[in-house]
C-alpha cells in the first residue's frame, strides 16, 4: 500500500515569507498528486493536482507545486505568503494502476501567517 | 454545478446510542463516495467507499457501517457508539472511473460521543 508522508506538521511564517511545504510518497507505478488546503472553518478544497505533462503545475492563489518522479516528491511552493494562507494543507496520491486508485492523503500541514 | 451536503453540522450522542450521519450529492450521476474521518495532526483516514448503489468497501475495521441507498446518498451509521468515535467526518465524492479525478469535500460533522 502506498504511503504519503508530510514532513513539516507545523509552520509558522511572517507575511511575504516564502513557502515550501514537503511531500513524499511511497508508491512505484503511475500516480496522481494532489494538494488540498482547509481554510479555517471552510470546507477542504482542491489547491492543485497533477495527471501528467509538465512536472511544474500552478493553483490557485499563486500555489505551486513540482512533480519530482525520481524523487517521489510533490513540494508545494509560494513565493510570498500572506495571512489569509493560513490553513491546513493536505497533500494526496492517487494510484494509477494495482486495482486500486483510491487516494491516500498525509497527515496535513499547518500553516500560520503573521502578519 | 454539483454540491455535496452533510449533515448534520455537530452532534453529541451518549456512549452506546446509534448513529446516523447522511451526505448528499447534487449535480452529478453516478459518482465515487467517500466517507473519511479527520483528526488533528493524523490526516484524512478513509472509513468507507462506494463505486455504486448498494457497493460498500470498508477500509478500517471498526464500530461503523455505511449504505448507499441511492446513487447520490451516502449513510454512515453505527448501532452503538463508542467513545473514540469521536471525531471529524468528512463525506466526498468524485466522477466515477479510474484514478485521475480530484475529490469534493462536503462541510463535514463534528461528532461528540460522551
Known amino acids: 500500500a502506498q504511503s504519503v508522508s508530510q514532513h513539516n506538521h507545523h509552520v509558522i511564517l511572517s507575511e511575504a515569507a516564502s513557502l515550501e511545504l514537503g511531500c513524499n510518497y511511497s508508491?512505484?507505478?503511475?500516480?496522481?498528486l494532489f494538494w488540498y488546503v482547509q481554510y479555517p472553518g471552510q470546507h477542504l478544497q482542491l489547491l492543485l493536482k497533477?495527471?501528467?505533462?509538465?512536472?511544474l503545475v500552478k493553483g490557485i492563489k499563486g500555489f505551486e507545486a513540482e512533480f519530482i518522479k525520481s524523487k517521489f516528491s510533490f513540494n508545494l511552493r509560494k513565493p510570498s505568503v500572506q495571512w489569509s494562507d493560513t490553513a491546513e494543507y493536505f497533500c494526496a496520491v492517487s494510484p494509477l494502476s494495482g486495482g486500486s486508485y483510491i487516494p491516500t492523503f498525509g497527515r496535513g500541514t499547518s500553516l500560520i501567517v503573521h502578519p | 454545478s454539483q454540491t455535496i451536503h452533510q449533515w448534520p453540522a455537530t452532534l453529541v450522542q451518549p456512549v452506546g446510542s446509534p448513529l446516523s450521519l447522511e451526505c448528499t450529492v447534487e449535480g452529478t450521476s453516478n459518482p465515487n463516495l467517500y466517507w473519511y474521518r479527520q483528526a488533528a495532526g493524523r490526516g484524512l483516514q478513509l472509513l468507507f467507499y462506494s463505486v455504486g448503489i448498494g457497493q460498500i468497501s470498508s477500509e478500517v475495521p471498526q464500530n461503523l457501517s455505511a449504505s448507499r441507498p441511492q446513487d447520490r446518498q451516502f449513510i454512515l451509521s453505527s448501532k452503538k457508539l463508542l467513545l473514540s468515535d469521536s471525531g471529524f467526518y468528512l463525506c466526498?465524492?468524485?466522477?466515477?472511473?479510474?484514478?485521475?479525478?480530484?475529490?469534493?469535500f462536503g462541510p463535514g460533522t463534528r461528532l461528540t460521543v460522551t
Open positions: 508508491y512505484g507505478g503511475t500516480v496522481n
Open positions: 497533477y495527471f501528467s505533462g509538465d512536472p
Open positions: 466526498a465524492w468524485s466522477s466515477r472511473g479510474r484514478g485521475i479525478y480530484e475529490q469534493y
